[in-house]
Structure formats: structure tokens, C-alpha cells
């Protein structure tokens, strides 16, 4: 039995268990505008429907035409303006 002075493996950082996983989703709705707060910090996002959008990114920089629906995109938005018919769903 291994106590915390006996050997250095014993580490008390908490490490992901699943990279990449996501444990929770904002849907954006059609013709609306969304400003993520601190209470949904959203780390990725994808299109789910349309090509009428305004992504502003969180680091800066806008993002208004080509992105694939369904496809996930692994950057964080600031605001989001949707047009008619396009849903887009924020990841955290």
C-alpha cells in the first residue's frame, strides 16, 4: 500500500477523463440574437439548420458564410445573430 510520501506517482490533479466530450447544449433559435453569459460558457458550436448567421467570435473575428451544417466547430462564440429558418447550437 502506497502512501502520499512513499512514491511520487500519486498525483491529486484531476485530469479529463474524456477529452473532447461536451456535457451540455444551447439551442440558438431562428431569428434570434444570443450573447452567452458566464452561466454557459460555450467551448464549441455547430450549425444545426440554414446559412443565415452572424458568429462573433470570442477571441475575435466574425464568422457569416461557409460553415458545414452538423458539422462541429470547436471554437467559443461571444454572440450569435441568427436569420429566419437557421439554428444554431452552442456546446459547452
Do not use: C, W
Not at 431562428?30 to 443565415?52: D, M, R
Amino acid at each position: 500500500m502506497a502512501t502520499p510520501v512513499q512514491g511520487s506517482f500519486i498525483d491529486r490533479t484531476r485530469k479529463l477523463d474524456r477529452p473532447n466530450s461536451h456535457t451540455a447544449t444551447f439551442e440558438v433559435g431562428a431569428s434570434t440574437t444570443y450573447e452567452p453569459t458566464g452561466s454557459f460558457k460555450n467551448t464549441a458550436f455547430l450549425i444545426e439548420a440554414g446559412t443565415s448567421y452572424a458568429l462573433t467570435l470570442v477571441d475575435g473575428g466574425d464568422l457569416t458564410a461557409g460553415l458545414v451544417t452538423g458539422q462541429v466547430y470547436p471554437m467559443a462564440l461571444k454572440k450569435v445573430v441568427n436569420g429566419g429558418g437557421t439554428i444554431v447550437k452552442l456546446i459547452k
